[in-house]
């Protein structure tokens, strides 16, 4: 005995998708429009620059400080390189392009960030590293809260 239930899902899931048309396409993106990664980069560059003076002004140490600002560093200047990486244009027909293009940013952000952690204690006068650290995540970390913040000002517009 013998079943079709795979070829029965897989027809059912096909007969599902319905295309949008011109008219809904655009109110989609009307609803969800983009997001520039520009506009993150600067909200991680303005949460890195309140964590430094939040923690220049609680601990009263320059070593703390500028670990987490070094540490916010750390993030920023890798994902600034990436942003601007993705807003170069390619023709059409160039879509391999643009995957081997952005794998390529994604490899080359990282190896910049690992350099820069590297280079801290030569650097950072006073080095701490569980500051840079806290500086590090915190700032890697605010792309959703720049994401959400981003989007819900989008669609309250």
Do not use: C
Request: aromatic content about 8%.
């Amino acid at each position: 005995m013998t079943t079709n239930a795979p070829q029965e899902e897989h027809v059912a899931e096909e007969s599902d998708f319905k295309p949008l048309t011109a008219q809904e396409a655009a109110e989609w993106r009307q609803r969800h429009p983009p997001v520039s990664v520009v506009r993150v980069v600067k909200w991680q560059l303005v949460v890195g620059v309140v964590l430094t003076v939040l923690v220049g002004l609680v601990t009263q140490r320059a070593g703390w400080m500028w670990s987490v600002a070094y540490g916010a560093a750390a993030v920023v200047i890798p994902a600034a390189f990436f942003a601007r990486g993705l807003r170069l244009h390619l023709g059409a027909g160039q879509e391999n392009l643009a995957m081997v293009r952005f794998f390529g940013l994604e490899i080359a952000k990282l190896v910049l960030t690992v350099v820069l952690l590297l280079l801290a204690p030569l650097v950072v006068p006073g080095l701490n590293w569980l500051a840079l650290v806290l500086g590090l995540v915190v700032v890697m970390k605010t792309y959703w809260l720049a994401l959400w913040l981003l989007t819900r000002s989008a669609k309250i517009l």
